[in-house]
Protein backbone atom coordinates (compact mmCIF):
# COMPACT_ATOMS: atom_id res chain seq x y z
CA UNK A 1 0.00 0.00 0.00
CA UNK A 2 1.07 3.29 -0.76
CA UNK A 3 1.96 5.28 2.24
CA UNK A 4 0.32 8.84 2.26
CA UNK A 5 1.76 9.72 5.37
CA UNK A 6 -2.26 10.14 6.25
CA UNK A 7 -4.00 8.45 9.36
CA UNK A 8 -2.65 4.94 10.26
CA UNK A 9 -5.81 4.56 13.01
CA UNK A 10 -8.16 1.84 11.54
CA UNK A 11 -11.32 3.78 11.84
CA UNK A 12 -9.64 6.52 9.67
CA UNK A 13 -9.45 6.26 6.13
CA UNK A 14 -8.76 8.81 3.51
CA UNK A 15 -10.38 9.30 -0.14
CA UNK A 16 -9.99 11.68 -2.75
CA UNK A 17 -13.55 13.03 -4.15
CA UNK A 18 -14.21 13.08 -7.10
CA UNK A 19 -16.01 16.54 -7.72
CA UNK A 20 -18.82 14.94 -9.99
CA UNK A 21 -19.76 12.77 -7.48
CA UNK A 22 -22.39 14.85 -5.64
CA UNK A 23 -23.11 12.70 -2.52
CA UNK A 24 -19.13 12.51 -1.92
CA UNK A 25 -19.36 16.66 -2.25
CA UNK A 26 -21.98 16.67 -0.06
CA UNK A 27 -20.49 14.76 2.60
CA UNK A 28 -16.89 16.59 1.86
CA UNK A 29 -18.71 20.26 1.94
CA UNK A 30 -20.15 19.13 5.72
CA UNK A 31 -17.38 19.28 7.66
CA UNK A 32 -15.65 21.79 5.94
CA UNK A 33 -18.44 24.60 6.43
CA UNK A 34 -18.51 23.38 9.85
CA UNK A 35 -15.75 23.92 10.67
CA UNK A 36 -15.60 27.70 8.92
CA UNK A 37 -18.82 28.46 10.86
CA UNK A 38 -21.32 27.93 7.94
CA UNK A 39 -24.38 26.33 8.06
CA UNK A 40 -25.10 23.00 6.09
CA UNK A 41 -24.48 22.96 2.41
CA UNK A 42 -27.57 24.36 0.43
CA UNK A 43 -28.41 22.15 -3.20
CA UNK A 44 -27.24 26.20 -4.30
CA UNK A 45 -23.95 26.02 -2.73
CA UNK A 46 -22.88 22.49 -4.01
CA UNK A 47 -23.34 23.36 -7.53
CA UNK A 48 -21.37 26.63 -6.96
CA UNK A 49 -19.20 24.14 -5.20
CA UNK A 50 -19.09 21.87 -7.94
CA UNK A 51 -18.74 24.08 -10.61
CA UNK A 52 -15.79 25.99 -8.72
CA UNK A 53 -13.12 22.84 -7.84
CA UNK A 54 -13.26 21.24 -11.56
CA UNK A 55 -9.69 19.92 -11.81
CA UNK A 56 -8.95 20.41 -7.67
CA UNK A 57 -7.64 18.05 -5.71
CA UNK A 58 -10.30 17.37 -2.65
CA UNK A 59 -8.89 15.32 0.01
CA UNK A 60 -10.82 13.80 2.43
CA UNK A 61 -10.57 12.01 6.17
CA UNK A 62 -13.65 9.77 7.04
CA UNK A 63 -13.91 8.12 10.41
CA UNK A 64 -15.62 4.72 10.19
CA UNK A 65 -15.93 4.77 14.32
CA UNK A 66 -19.39 3.24 15.33
CA UNK A 67 -19.88 1.50 12.33
CA UNK A 68 -20.87 5.21 10.43
CA UNK A 69 -18.60 6.76 7.68
CA UNK A 70 -18.35 10.49 8.69
CA UNK A 71 -16.29 12.89 6.66
CA UNK A 72 -13.94 14.74 9.67
CA UNK A 73 -10.73 16.80 7.74
CA UNK A 74 -11.19 17.31 4.75
CA UNK A 75 -8.56 19.49 2.05
CA UNK A 76 -8.48 21.24 -1.09
CA UNK A 77 -5.52 22.02 -3.96
CA UNK A 78 -5.11 23.03 -6.90
CA UNK A 79 -2.54 24.41 -9.78
CA UNK A 80 -2.45 28.14 -10.00
CA UNK A 81 -0.12 31.34 -10.96
CA UNK A 82 1.28 33.69 -8.46
CA UNK A 83 3.26 36.82 -10.10
CA UNK A 84 6.63 37.09 -8.78
CA UNK A 85 8.89 40.61 -8.75
CA UNK A 86 10.07 41.47 -12.40
CA UNK A 87 9.10 37.80 -13.82
CA UNK A 88 5.71 37.39 -14.22
CA UNK A 89 3.19 34.32 -13.24
CA UNK A 90 5.04 31.19 -11.76
CA UNK A 91 2.95 27.94 -11.13
CA UNK A 92 2.02 27.24 -7.87
CA UNK A 93 0.28 24.87 -5.67
CA UNK A 94 -2.39 26.89 -4.00
CA UNK A 95 -3.78 25.23 -0.74
CA UNK A 96 -7.78 26.19 0.66
CA UNK A 97 -10.36 24.75 2.43
CA UNK A 98 -8.11 22.78 5.47
CA UNK A 99 -10.62 22.58 7.57
CA UNK A 100 -10.82 19.54 10.49
CA UNK A 101 -14.15 19.02 12.79
CA UNK A 102 -14.11 20.38 16.27
CA UNK A 103 -14.58 16.87 17.34
CA UNK A 104 -11.38 15.46 15.57
CA UNK A 105 -9.16 18.51 16.06
CA UNK A 106 -5.38 18.66 17.64
CA UNK A 107 -4.69 15.04 16.49
CA UNK A 108 -2.59 15.84 14.27
CA UNK A 109 -4.85 15.68 11.00
CA UNK A 110 -4.14 18.57 9.24
CA UNK A 111 0.23 17.95 10.07
CA UNK A 112 -0.60 14.86 8.07
CA UNK A 113 -3.09 16.29 5.11
CA UNK A 114 -1.18 19.29 4.75
CA UNK A 115 2.45 17.59 4.61
CA UNK A 116 1.54 14.74 2.21
CA UNK A 117 0.01 17.31 -0.28
CA UNK A 118 3.52 19.45 0.20
CA UNK A 119 5.67 16.08 -0.79
CA UNK A 120 3.25 15.58 -3.78
CA UNK A 121 3.54 19.73 -4.80
CA UNK A 122 7.37 19.51 -4.62
CA UNK A 123 7.31 16.18 -6.38
CA UNK A 124 5.20 17.89 -9.17
CA UNK A 125 7.70 20.45 -9.64
CA UNK A 126 6.61 23.26 -8.15
CA UNK A 127 8.67 25.64 -6.19
CA UNK A 128 6.10 27.45 -4.48
CA UNK A 129 2.82 26.53 -2.26
CA UNK A 130 0.65 29.34 -1.65
CA UNK A 131 -2.43 29.92 1.05
CA UNK A 132 -4.50 32.57 3.02
CA UNK A 133 -4.03 31.46 6.92
CA UNK A 134 -7.83 31.74 8.77
CA UNK A 135 -5.52 32.67 12.02
CA UNK A 136 -2.12 33.50 11.91
CA UNK A 137 -0.15 30.90 14.25
CA UNK A 138 -1.34 27.71 12.29
CA UNK A 139 0.82 27.94 8.98
CA UNK A 140 4.33 28.84 10.11
CA UNK A 141 5.30 25.26 11.32
CA UNK A 142 4.65 24.55 7.88
CA UNK A 143 7.35 26.40 6.12
CA UNK A 144 4.55 29.04 5.29
CA UNK A 145 5.50 32.68 5.36
CA UNK A 146 3.08 36.13 5.39
CA UNK A 147 4.25 37.19 1.98
CA UNK A 148 1.69 39.72 1.23
CA UNK A 149 -0.36 42.23 3.37
CA UNK A 150 -3.73 43.90 2.92
CA UNK A 151 -5.37 46.66 4.10
CA UNK A 152 -8.83 48.31 4.75
CA UNK A 153 -10.02 52.28 4.22
CA UNK A 154 -12.60 54.60 4.25
CA UNK A 155 -13.14 57.42 1.77
CA UNK A 156 -14.62 60.52 3.04
CA UNK A 157 -16.37 61.65 -0.15
CA UNK A 158 -16.96 64.97 1.20
CA UNK A 159 -12.96 65.62 1.08
CA UNK A 160 -12.34 64.33 -1.80
CA UNK A 161 -10.72 66.92 -4.49
CA UNK A 162 -8.19 65.80 -6.84
CA UNK A 163 -4.98 67.64 -7.21
CA UNK A 164 -4.45 69.26 -10.74
CA UNK A 165 -1.37 67.39 -11.19
CA UNK A 166 -3.30 64.06 -10.63
CA UNK A 167 -3.49 61.93 -13.79
CA UNK A 168 -6.55 63.00 -16.18
CA UNK A 169 -10.01 61.26 -15.97
CA UNK A 170 -9.86 60.26 -19.23
CA UNK A 171 -12.09 57.79 -21.44
CA UNK A 172 -15.58 56.64 -20.49
CA UNK A 173 -17.38 54.58 -18.05
CA UNK A 174 -20.38 52.15 -18.33
CA UNK A 175 -22.36 50.07 -16.24
CA UNK A 176 -21.83 46.36 -16.61
CA UNK A 177 -24.87 43.58 -16.62
CA UNK A 178 -24.57 40.70 -14.17
CA UNK A 179 -23.37 38.04 -16.12
CA UNK A 180 -20.74 39.91 -18.58
CA UNK A 181 -17.27 39.36 -17.18
CA UNK A 182 -14.89 39.00 -20.24
CA UNK A 183 -13.86 42.71 -20.16
CA UNK A 184 -13.53 42.40 -16.33
CA UNK A 185 -11.69 38.95 -16.64
CA UNK A 186 -9.44 40.67 -19.11
CA UNK A 187 -8.26 43.85 -16.93
CA UNK A 188 -7.85 41.79 -14.11
CA UNK A 189 -5.24 39.09 -15.75
CA UNK A 190 -3.33 42.26 -17.26
CA UNK A 191 -3.06 43.56 -13.78
CA UNK A 192 -2.37 40.66 -12.07
CA UNK A 193 0.32 39.86 -14.11
CA UNK A 194 2.91 42.91 -13.43
CA UNK A 195 2.40 43.11 -9.69
CA UNK A 196 3.75 40.50 -7.27
CA UNK A 197 1.49 38.95 -5.23
CA UNK A 198 -1.34 38.57 -8.05
CA UNK A 199 -2.84 35.02 -8.25
CA UNK A 200 -4.62 33.53 -11.50
CA UNK A 201 -8.85 33.66 -11.37
CA UNK A 202 -10.15 31.04 -13.93
CA UNK A 203 -13.23 30.86 -16.22
CA UNK A 204 -14.64 28.89 -12.98
CA UNK A 205 -14.09 32.48 -10.58
CA UNK A 206 -15.18 34.94 -13.11
CA UNK A 207 -18.32 32.76 -13.89
CA UNK A 208 -19.16 32.63 -10.38
CA UNK A 209 -18.28 35.91 -9.98
CA UNK A 210 -20.99 37.03 -12.66
CA UNK A 211 -23.70 35.86 -10.81
CA UNK A 212 -25.07 38.35 -8.07
CA UNK A 213 -26.57 37.55 -4.22
CA UNK A 214 -26.09 37.22 -0.61
CA UNK A 215 -23.05 35.81 0.16
CA UNK A 216 -21.47 36.15 -3.48
CA UNK A 217 -18.70 38.70 -5.13
CA UNK A 218 -21.58 40.94 -5.56
CA UNK A 219 -24.72 40.83 -3.52
CA UNK A 220 -28.39 41.97 -4.98
CA UNK A 221 -27.76 45.66 -5.20
CA UNK A 222 -24.42 45.34 -6.67
CA UNK A 223 -22.64 46.73 -9.15
CA UNK A 224 -19.90 47.19 -11.75
CA UNK A 225 -18.54 49.61 -13.23
CA UNK A 226 -15.85 49.44 -16.69
CA UNK A 227 -13.71 52.08 -17.45
CA UNK A 228 -12.47 52.19 -21.22
CA UNK A 229 -9.32 53.93 -22.77
CA UNK A 230 -10.00 56.92 -25.67
CA UNK A 231 -9.78 53.92 -27.97
CA UNK A 232 -12.41 51.99 -25.78
CA UNK A 233 -10.21 49.14 -25.03
CA UNK A 234 -11.29 48.38 -21.26
CA UNK A 235 -8.28 49.58 -18.43
CA UNK A 236 -10.27 49.35 -15.21
CA UNK A 237 -13.07 48.20 -13.16
CA UNK A 238 -14.98 48.84 -10.33
CA UNK A 239 -17.23 46.19 -8.31
CA UNK A 240 -19.27 47.51 -5.34
CA UNK A 241 -22.42 46.67 -3.22
CA UNK A 242 -24.07 49.78 -1.48
CA UNK A 243 -26.02 50.47 1.62
CA UNK A 244 -28.91 53.22 1.86
CA UNK A 245 -28.51 54.54 5.27
CA UNK A 246 -29.54 58.15 6.56
CA UNK A 247 -29.57 60.36 8.94
CA UNK A 248 -33.29 61.85 9.47
CA UNK A 249 -33.64 62.80 5.91
CA UNK A 250 -30.17 63.35 5.36
CA UNK A 251 -28.68 60.58 3.04
CA UNK A 252 -25.54 59.13 4.51
CA UNK A 253 -25.06 55.61 2.13
CA UNK A 254 -22.01 53.87 1.60
CA UNK A 255 -20.50 52.47 -1.22
CA UNK A 256 -19.19 48.81 -0.41
CA UNK A 257 -16.33 48.20 -3.02
CA UNK A 258 -15.61 44.22 -3.23
CA UNK A 259 -12.55 44.82 -6.22
CA UNK A 260 -11.28 47.91 -8.14
CA UNK A 261 -8.48 47.09 -10.71
CA UNK A 262 -7.16 49.75 -13.58
CA UNK A 263 -3.98 49.31 -15.59
CA UNK A 264 -3.69 53.00 -16.05
CA UNK A 265 -3.33 55.77 -13.82
CA UNK A 266 -6.36 57.67 -15.62
CA UNK A 267 -8.77 54.86 -15.64
CA UNK A 268 -7.79 53.87 -11.59
CA UNK A 269 -8.63 58.03 -10.92
CA UNK A 270 -11.44 57.93 -12.85
CA UNK A 271 -13.11 55.04 -11.37
CA UNK A 272 -12.46 56.46 -7.73
CA UNK A 273 -13.81 59.65 -8.77
CA UNK A 274 -16.78 58.41 -10.26
CA UNK A 275 -17.04 56.18 -6.90
CA UNK A 276 -16.91 59.24 -4.89
CA UNK A 277 -19.49 61.33 -7.04
CA UNK A 278 -22.01 58.69 -6.11
CA UNK A 279 -25.69 60.76 -5.04
CA UNK A 280 -27.07 59.70 -1.69
CA UNK A 281 -23.35 58.55 -0.83
CA UNK A 282 -21.44 59.55 1.87
CA UNK A 283 -18.05 57.17 2.60
CA UNK A 284 -17.03 54.17 0.47
CA UNK A 285 -15.54 51.53 2.53
CA UNK A 286 -12.95 49.11 1.12
CA UNK A 287 -11.18 45.92 2.20
CA UNK A 288 -8.40 43.82 0.62
CA UNK A 289 -6.86 46.95 -0.74
CA UNK A 290 -3.02 47.18 -1.21
CA UNK A 291 -1.21 48.77 1.76
CA UNK A 292 0.57 51.40 -0.82
CA UNK A 293 -2.60 52.56 -2.26
CA UNK A 294 -2.32 55.35 -4.82
CA UNK A 295 -5.40 57.12 -4.01
CA UNK A 296 -4.20 59.63 -0.98
CA UNK A 297 -1.23 60.62 -3.43
CA UNK A 298 -4.12 61.80 -5.69
CA UNK A 299 -5.85 63.98 -3.39
CA UNK A 300 -5.58 67.36 -1.90
CA UNK A 301 -6.30 66.09 1.52
CA UNK A 302 -5.25 62.77 1.39
CA UNK A 303 -6.63 62.24 5.12
CA UNK A 304 -9.91 61.95 3.05
CA UNK A 305 -8.54 58.39 2.92
CA UNK A 306 -8.33 56.64 6.41
CA UNK A 307 -6.72 53.23 6.37
CA UNK A 308 -6.06 50.11 8.70
CA UNK A 309 -5.76 47.65 10.22
CA UNK A 310 -3.14 45.58 7.79
CA UNK A 311 -3.37 41.78 7.93
CA UNK A 312 -1.22 39.49 6.32
CA UNK A 313 -2.93 37.97 3.30
CA UNK A 314 -0.64 35.16 0.74
CA UNK A 315 1.22 33.15 2.76
CA UNK A 316 4.28 31.90 0.88
CA UNK A 317 5.59 28.40 1.30
CA UNK A 318 9.07 27.51 -0.71
CA UNK A 319 9.19 23.97 -2.17
CA UNK A 320 13.17 24.19 -4.00
CA UNK A 321 14.93 27.23 -2.85
CA UNK A 322 17.10 27.41 -5.86
CA UNK A 323 14.07 27.28 -7.55
CA UNK A 324 12.60 29.76 -5.97
CA UNK A 325 15.14 32.92 -5.76
CA UNK A 326 15.74 31.97 -9.34
CA UNK A 327 11.86 32.57 -10.56
CA UNK A 328 11.87 36.09 -9.57
CA UNK A 329 14.14 39.13 -11.16
CA UNK A 330 15.86 41.73 -8.56
CA UNK A 331 16.32 45.17 -8.66
CA UNK A 332 19.48 45.64 -6.57
CA UNK A 333 22.92 43.56 -7.21
CA UNK A 334 24.80 41.53 -4.66
CA UNK A 335 26.48 38.47 -3.70
CA UNK A 336 25.06 36.24 -0.64
CA UNK A 337 25.34 32.73 0.63
CA UNK A 338 21.94 31.57 1.98
CA UNK A 339 21.31 29.14 4.01
CA UNK A 340 17.52 27.72 4.21
CA UNK A 341 16.54 25.55 7.15
CA UNK A 342 13.46 23.85 6.99
CA UNK A 343 11.99 21.58 9.31
CA UNK A 344 9.65 19.93 7.06
CA UNK A 345 12.86 18.62 5.53
CA UNK A 346 11.54 19.17 2.52
CA UNK A 347 13.48 21.91 0.70
CA UNK A 348 16.49 22.91 2.69
CA UNK A 349 19.71 23.78 0.92
CA UNK A 350 22.18 26.68 1.29
CA UNK A 351 22.90 28.98 -1.88
CA UNK A 352 24.62 31.39 -3.19
CA UNK A 353 22.45 34.25 -4.97
CA UNK A 354 24.49 36.71 -7.43
CA UNK A 355 22.69 39.35 -9.07
CA UNK A 356 25.30 41.55 -11.35
CA UNK A 357 24.00 44.91 -12.63
CA UNK A 358 25.40 44.37 -15.90
CA UNK A 359 23.01 41.96 -16.31
CA UNK A 360 20.09 44.20 -15.93
CA UNK A 361 17.34 43.74 -18.35
CA UNK A 362 15.75 46.70 -20.38
CA UNK A 363 13.09 46.90 -17.61
CA UNK A 364 15.80 47.17 -15.06
CA UNK A 365 15.26 43.53 -14.16
CA UNK A 366 17.91 41.68 -13.30
CA UNK A 367 18.16 37.83 -13.81
CA UNK A 368 19.67 36.26 -10.79
CA UNK A 369 22.73 33.45 -10.91
CA UNK A 370 21.82 30.72 -7.87
CA UNK A 371 24.02 28.33 -7.47
CA UNK A 372 24.18 25.08 -4.28
CA UNK A 373 27.39 26.03 -2.62
CA UNK A 374 29.10 24.44 0.37
CA UNK A 375 30.43 27.89 1.53
CA UNK A 376 29.66 29.73 5.25
CA UNK A 377 26.54 30.73 4.81
CA UNK A 378 26.13 35.19 5.14
CA UNK A 379 22.03 34.59 5.99
CA UNK A 380 20.73 31.50 7.54
CA UNK A 381 16.97 31.72 7.80
CA UNK A 382 14.12 29.32 8.11
CA UNK A 383 12.09 28.22 5.29
CA UNK A 384 9.43 30.10 6.34
CA UNK A 385 11.08 33.35 6.73
CA UNK A 386 11.82 32.93 2.68
CA UNK A 387 8.54 33.15 2.28
CA UNK A 388 8.21 35.74 3.70
CA UNK A 389 10.87 38.05 1.91
CA UNK A 390 10.67 36.57 -1.04
CA UNK A 391 8.23 38.76 -2.98
CA UNK A 392 9.23 41.62 -1.34
CA UNK A 393 6.62 42.83 1.42
CA UNK A 394 8.82 41.88 4.42
CA UNK A 395 12.11 43.63 5.36
CA UNK A 396 15.07 41.09 6.08
CA UNK A 397 16.69 44.11 8.49
CA UNK A 398 13.14 43.56 10.46
CA UNK A 399 13.28 39.58 10.50
CA UNK A 400 17.31 40.19 11.43
CA UNK A 401 16.14 42.25 14.08
CA UNK A 402 13.49 40.59 15.68
CA UNK A 403 15.90 37.35 15.85
CA UNK A 404 14.27 35.21 13.10
CA UNK A 405 17.07 35.21 10.50
CA UNK A 406 20.88 34.80 11.58
CA UNK A 407 22.88 37.14 9.83
CA UNK A 408 24.78 40.41 10.85
CA UNK A 409 22.85 43.41 10.40
CA UNK A 410 24.98 44.50 7.23
CA UNK A 411 24.37 40.87 5.69
CA UNK A 412 20.15 41.61 6.36
CA UNK A 413 20.65 44.92 4.77
CA UNK A 414 22.26 43.58 1.91
CA UNK A 415 19.11 40.61 1.74
CA UNK A 416 17.12 43.64 1.70
CA UNK A 417 18.64 45.56 -1.14
CA UNK A 418 18.41 42.29 -2.84
CA UNK A 419 14.18 41.27 -2.45
CA UNK A 420 13.33 45.06 -2.13
CA UNK A 421 10.21 46.16 -5.05
CA UNK A 422 8.83 49.00 -6.29
CA UNK A 423 5.22 48.12 -5.01
CA UNK A 424 4.22 46.34 -1.99
CA UNK A 425 3.59 43.01 -3.49
CA UNK A 426 -0.48 42.42 -3.19
CA UNK A 427 -3.33 39.89 -3.81
CA UNK A 428 -7.04 41.09 -3.94
CA UNK A 429 -8.41 37.34 -4.23
CA UNK A 430 -9.74 34.78 -2.25
CA UNK A 431 -9.43 31.39 -2.65
C1 LIG B 1 -6.98 24.84 12.02
C2 LIG B 1 -7.35 23.36 11.95
C3 LIG B 1 -7.44 22.95 10.47
C4 LIG B 1 -6.23 22.58 12.66
O1 LIG B 1 -6.41 21.18 12.46
P1 LIG B 1 -5.81 20.13 13.49
O2 LIG B 1 -5.97 18.78 12.89
O3 LIG B 1 -6.36 20.36 14.83
O4 LIG B 1 -4.27 20.53 13.46
P2 LIG B 1 -3.09 19.59 13.96
O5 LIG B 1 -3.57 18.65 15.04
O6 LIG B 1 -2.43 18.94 12.78
O7 LIG B 1 -2.13 20.68 14.58
C5 LIG B 1 -0.75 20.77 14.29
C6 LIG B 1 -0.12 21.80 15.19
O8 LIG B 1 -0.68 23.09 14.88
C7 LIG B 1 -1.23 23.66 16.06
N1 LIG B 1 -2.47 24.37 15.67
C8 LIG B 1 -3.46 23.89 14.92
N2 LIG B 1 -4.41 24.82 14.77
C9 LIG B 1 -3.98 25.91 15.45
C10 LIG B 1 -4.54 27.19 15.68
N3 LIG B 1 -5.74 27.53 15.16
N4 LIG B 1 -3.84 28.08 16.40
C11 LIG B 1 -2.63 27.74 16.90
N5 LIG B 1 -2.05 26.53 16.72
C12 LIG B 1 -2.74 25.62 16.00
C13 LIG B 1 -1.54 22.49 16.96
O9 LIG B 1 -1.61 22.88 18.30
C14 LIG B 1 -0.40 21.57 16.66
O10 LIG B 1 0.74 22.01 17.39
P3 LIG B 1 1.82 20.97 17.95
O11 LIG B 1 2.39 20.29 16.74
O12 LIG B 1 2.80 21.85 18.64
O13 LIG B 1 1.07 20.04 18.83
C15 LIG B 1 -8.69 23.06 12.62
O14 LIG B 1 -8.61 23.42 13.98
C16 LIG B 1 -9.86 23.78 11.97
O15 LIG B 1 -10.49 23.23 11.09
N6 LIG B 1 -10.16 25.02 12.42
C17 LIG B 1 -11.29 25.78 11.89
C18 LIG B 1 -11.13 26.11 10.39
C19 LIG B 1 -9.81 26.76 10.11
O16 LIG B 1 -9.42 27.74 10.72
N7 LIG B 1 -9.11 26.22 9.11
C20 LIG B 1 -7.86 26.76 8.65
C21 LIG B 1 -8.13 27.36 7.32
S1 LIG B 1 -6.77 28.30 6.70
Do not use: K
Amino acid sequence: MQDTGLPTRPELRVTQVDPDDREALRAWAVPSRTSFLESAPTEDSLDERQRMVQGHRLTAVHDTVAGEDRVVATLRTFDSELTVPGAGPVDVDAVSTATVLPTHRRRGLLSRMLTADLERARAAGHALAVLIAAEAPIYGRFGFGAATRSTSLVLDHARVAFRPDAPAATGSLEFVPAGRTDELAAVHDAARRRRPGGLLRDAAWWEAAGRRGEGRWLGPRGHVVLHRDEDGTPDGYAAYDVSDESVGRVPNGTVHLRDLTATTPSAYRALWEFLASIDLVRVTRASDRPVDELLPHLLLDPRAVQTGPVDDFVWLRVLDVPGALAARRYLGCGTLVLRVEDPLGLAGATVRLHVEAQRCGADGWVCPEVTTTDDAPDVVLPVAELGSVLLGGTSPVALQRAGRIDATPAAAQALATLMATPEQPWCPTWF
